[in-house]
């Protein structure tokens, strides 16, 4: 069964210090601002409210920790490329997610979320490709596939994979998620159990 029974809100922390007790595997998403973060934190949780669907820019930047089904923490990390940020607060973002990547013991994996409206994007492309510098394991989550049709979405997936192939050894687990239709919705709490249920066995 892929469906999430229980998702509770924890806490928000502007510091990685800030967080939960480290004691069970944490996923984060993240991307671009208007990617679809919410949406899909709540089409995943079963929750019309759990995650605030279009926040402001400028608004302080958090790390909202949730758990689910008692077992993980669903991370809700804030996005980037606001249009209208000053260079002070994207440097703040930067170094609060930077501090998060590298401190975050408990850290399982990161999704990284995509529009599949678009060809790939530099500002996804530098991000996923950092984190892949940075040794965090991830995978991409492409959004909005009901906008233009799954098709045209598919083609932009692969379209970002070819470019991600040109240097990546290994290209990361991706999926194609709308939160219209719910598609997408049981291939990532599948594999995030799968995931988990490998890590018990180790
Ligand atoms: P966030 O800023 O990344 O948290 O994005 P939101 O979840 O607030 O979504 C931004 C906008 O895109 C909202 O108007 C959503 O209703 C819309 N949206 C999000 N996901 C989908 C989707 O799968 N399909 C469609 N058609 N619209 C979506």
């Known amino acids: 069964m892929s469906t999430i029974k229980s ?3 924890v806490k928000s922390s502007s510091r990685v210090e800030e967080c939960p007790p480290a004691d069970r595997p944490e996923y984060a998403f993240i991307g671009r601002s208007n990617v679809g973060k919410s949406s899909l934190i709540n089409l995943l949780t ?13 608004k302080t930047q958090l790390i909202n920790h949730f758990i689910i089904d008692h077992t993980w923490y669903l991370v809700d990390l804030p996005g980037y490329g606001w ?3 000053s260079k002070t607060s994207k440097a ?3 170094k609060m997610i930077d501090r998060y990547f590298k401190e975050r013991e408990n850290l399982t994996l990161v999704f990284v979320l995509i529009d599949s409206r678009h060809d790939p994007q530099q500002i996804d492309l530098d991000f996923v490709n950092s984190l892949g510098l940075a040794g965090i394991p991830l995978a991409l989550v492409f959004t909005k596939a009901d906008k233009n049709g799954v098709t045209k979405a598919q083609s932009s997936m692969a379209k970002f994979r070819k470019v991600l192939k040109k240097e990546w050894a290994e290209v990361p687990p991706c999926f194609l998620t709308s939160t219209v239709s719910g598609y997408g919705k049981d291939d990532i709490i599948n594999y995030v159990r799968e995931v988990n249920q490998s890590l018990a066995e180790h």
């Open 7 to 9: 998702a509770e809100f």
């Open 46 to 58: 079963n929750n019309g409210k759990l995650a605030k669907v279009s926040s402001k820019p400028g």
């Open 83 to 85: 249009a209208k940020v």
């Open 92 to 94: 703040q973002w930067k």
